[in-house]
């Protein structure tokens, strides 16, 4: 049962009303899913196991809490009342028995056990299409094209793009020269707010 001493220092620190559910809470997860460890994570108390969030407890003002961190496998039927997913807990008697809340335990390490969900990732965008008169002009110019391919593509996108959507030849042969003179001086299309 490892335990973290700032989960012992977080329920000092919690309303007296607080301090025996938290503690009850606490002994709960340890006798049902011995391998859990302990670790705080936005400053409230987590349960990890295998070094993924089991669950996690706080305490407020006039409540405690305590929920799964996978909560779409984990319905408890009291999810939205409060943080977690068994409502505003203000005694030891609001926690499901003893019997049931252990069974909830070892589903959600189950859950933790079986790996990570496949999730849908992020889809690349392709690269960026470059406009005629702006590869003519990086042809020109070493210094601007070195710095061009340098770039991740959504840096070259951002340029390709800008130039593109000028609706005016004049707006867009500007561009095109502000393009030029920031790449030969190593600078991104929105160089001008990268510091704020």
């Known amino acids: 049962m490892p335990i973290d001493a700032r989960v012992d220092a977080y329920i000092a620190r919690q309303a007296d009303f607080a301090q025996p559910i938290l503690r009850e809470i606490r002994a ?97 965008r392709p690269e960026a299409e470059i406009p005629p008169d702006l590869a003519e002009a990086l042809a020109g110019d070493a210094a601007a094209a070195a710095t061009f391919r340098g770039f991740p593509p959504g840096a070259r996108r951002e340029y390709c793009e800008w130039i593109a959507d000028a609706k005016r030849p004049a707006t867009r042969k500007k561009r095109l020269a502000d393009t030029i003179a920031w790449l030969r001086e190593g600078k991104r299309r929105n160089w001008k707010y990268e510091n704020c």
């Open 28 to 124: 709960r997860v340890h006798a049902a899913c011995p391998d859990v460890g302990e670790a705080m994570k936005w400053s409230m108390p987590f349960f990890v196991l295998r070094g993924r969030p089991l669950a996690n407890m706080a305490g407020f003002k006039a409540h405690a809490s305590f929920g799964f961190w996978a909560r779409d496998a984990m319905a408890t039927g009291k999810e939205g009342d409060a943080m977690g997913q068994f409502g505003r807990l203000t005694s030891i008697a609001d926690l499901p028995p003893e019997r049931e809340f252990a069974a909830l335990i070892r589903q959600a390490a189950a859950h933790v056990e079986a790996g990570p969900a496949q999730r849908a990732g992020k889809v690349a």
